[in-house]
């Protein structure tokens, strides 16, 4: 297909600490509906690393969340790896993945690929939506955020020195594994609100763990949309004061990490590419 446009709608939630302000809202950004959400803001070498998308949520366009991709071999640390925008969300690719489908999605064959969303504020991620494939392939997914302490950059320098088996031990949290997604349908997920600005969605791995023991096929999706909840803390989050120099919820120290955010991100992109790959 020539013209690829997903659309990713994000709501992310992070642990509220003082003066944090819950926000009921959520914010779900429809698929195709909203051209321009999301757009990559650095490019990565063809077929190659580290390119970053920019993603804004539905309600609040000024406000945007960071999208990138990493990828391991057992054994290894994760390393960047590239965003692909397909019409049915993000798929991830590496140096040296085939570009065929089914590797052109996020995917357990090969490296475990992944997803970081970065947010600048606590996002309690609540649902999750592949837009593909339909019934060919499994869809098992994994969610971890990041809970350790300290700055939150520690999150990602947490990340690009762990390997599958040690990523838990750095203050990643496994928020849970869930089963055999539906294309288009929204799965709830993080029953237990854990808020996060850093959040990871994976195809399934159990990342050490002796559960669950699922069916050894493996895993193949484009994460379409994902939405969740802000706990207001600075003032330009989706749901949260906006315009104003500082709304109620402001934290003064960033270092604080109190941040407690609720929100709906809504993550979309449209871009043209290459009639390759079609889903
Ligand atoms: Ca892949
Ligand atoms: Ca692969
Ligand atoms: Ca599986």
Redesign the pocket.
Known sequence: MKIQRHLLALAIGFGAMHGAQAVSQEYILPYNSLPGACNEASNAQAGGTGNTYKCAAENSWDYTVDVNAYAATTGSVFAAAKVEDWSGGFGVSYVGESGSSPQHAMDNDGKLEMLLFSFDESFALSDVKIGWPSSTY?T?ISILAWTGAGDPSQALASLTSSTETSLLSTGWDLVGNYENLDDGVYRSVNGSAISSSYWIVSA?SRYGASSPN??G???YMKLHSIKGQFTCVNSNAPGCNQGGGGGGGQVSEPGSLALAGLAVLGVYGVRRRRGQQAA
């Open positions: 499994d098992d399934f699922w069916d096929a493996k895993d």
